[in-house]
C-alpha cells in the first residue's frame, strides 16, 4: 500500500497519513489573487491625498482636474478619468512622472502612513492560514511599488509574493491584470494557474467582474464601500462580512 508508506517524504518531513503529499500538490494549484484597499487594509485617506496631490504636481495647477471614485479601479485608469482633457497616450508617455510624484509624497508621509494604516479583522490569521493550501500574490489597481509601500505599512509583505501579482501600472483596465499575474505566477511557481485555479478576492463589484471576464472564482468581501446585499447583486461564487471567521475565509476562498 504505497500511499500508507511512513517513509515517504513530503516538505522534508515524515509522513504519517495516506496521500499526504498529492493533498498538497493539488492545493498549492490554487492562485489566490488579493485586492488590497478595502479588502486587506485601508491608509486612513492618506494614498488618496497624496495620489491627488501628485496628479496636481503632474500636469500643473490650471489643467482641469475630475473628481472620480477609486474603488475597484487601477491608478492608470483613476489618473485617466481625473485628467479628462489629457489624451490617454499622454497620460501613458508621463505615467512614470506621477509615480516618482506620488512615491515621493508617500516617503514624505511614511510615518503618518504606518501610524493611521490598518488592517481589517482577520487578515493577518487568513492569510496565515491559507498559506500551507495555496499560492497567494496582490491583484491591486495600485501601482506596483505604491503596493509594496502600503503593504510595509501594515507588515503584510512576508505573507504575498509580490512578484507573482499584477499592479495598476501594467494596465488601466482591470480585467487585464488576471492573465499578467498568471504568467507571472508561472514563472515565478514554476507551475501553470488558469480559470478556476484562480480566486480573486476584493471588496468592489469591478473585482467580481475582473474574475468572472477570466473564468477565474470570485470572493467578494463586505469590508468596502458596498455591502454584501449589493455585492451578492454581482454574482460572486462567494461573499464574506470581513475576514474574522477564518474557517469561513477558507471554506470560501477553496470552495470547500
Known amino acids: 500500500m504505497e500511499g500508507f508508506a511512513l517513509h515517504a517524504s ?20 490554487l492562485l489566490i489573487l488579493w485586492d488590497l484597499d478595502g479588502t486587506l487594509l485601508t491608509t486612513d485617506g ?8 501628485a496628479m496636481r504636481e503632474v500636469v500643473g495647477p490650471s489643467a482641469p482636474m475630475a473628481r472620480t471614485a477609486y474603488a475597484g479601479k487601477t491608478d492608470w485608469q483613476i489618473i ?16 512614470h512622472e506621477f509615480t516618482a510624484a506620488y512615491l515621493g509624497r508617500l516617503e514624505q508621509q511614511r510615518a ?29 489597481g495600485n501601482i506596483a511599488a ?5 503593504l510595509e505599512s501594515v507588515g503584510l509583505l512576508p505573507l504575498l509574493d509580490l512578484e507573482a501579482g499584477a499592479y495598476g501600472d501594467d494596465h488601466h483596465h482591470r480585467p487585464e491584470l488576471v492573465p499578467i499575474a498568471a504568467a507571472r505566477a508561472a514563472a515565478y511557481y514554476g507551475q501553470h494557474f488558469a480559470g478556476r485555479q484562480i480566486v480573486i478576492v476584493g471588496d468592489t463589484p469591478n473585482d467580481i467582474t475582473c474574475g468572472r471576464l477570466n473564468g ?7 469590508t468596502g464601500p458596498y455591502s454584501e446585499a449589493e455585492l451578492q447583486e454581482h454574482g460572486p461564487d462567494a ?12 471554506a470560501a476562498i477553496l470552495g470547500s
Open 10 to 29: 513530503c516538505w522534508g518531513r515524515v509522513v504519517r497519513f495516506p496521500y499526504a503529499c498529492e493533498v498538497h500538490e493539488r492545493s498549492m494549484q
Open 46 to 53: 492618506i494614498a488618496a491625498e497624496a495620489m491627488r496631490a
Open 80 to 95: 485617466r478619468e481625473s485628467l479628462p482633457t489629457l489624451a490617454p497616450e499622454l497620460i501613458s508617455a508621463r505615467l
Open 112 to 140: 503618518d502612513l504606518v501610524a493611521r494604516s490598518r488592517l481589517f479583522p482577520g487578515v493577518v490569521a487568513a492569510l496565515q492560514e491559507l498559506r500551507g493550501r495555496a499560492r497567494q500574490a496582490p491583484l491591486t
Open 146 to 150: 505604491v503596493a509594496r509601500i502600503k
Open 216 to 222: 477565474t472564482r470570485t470572493v467578494a468581501v463586505a
Open 239 to 250: 461573499t464574506l462580512p470581513d475576514l474574522s471567521d477564518t474557517a469561513a475565509v477558507v
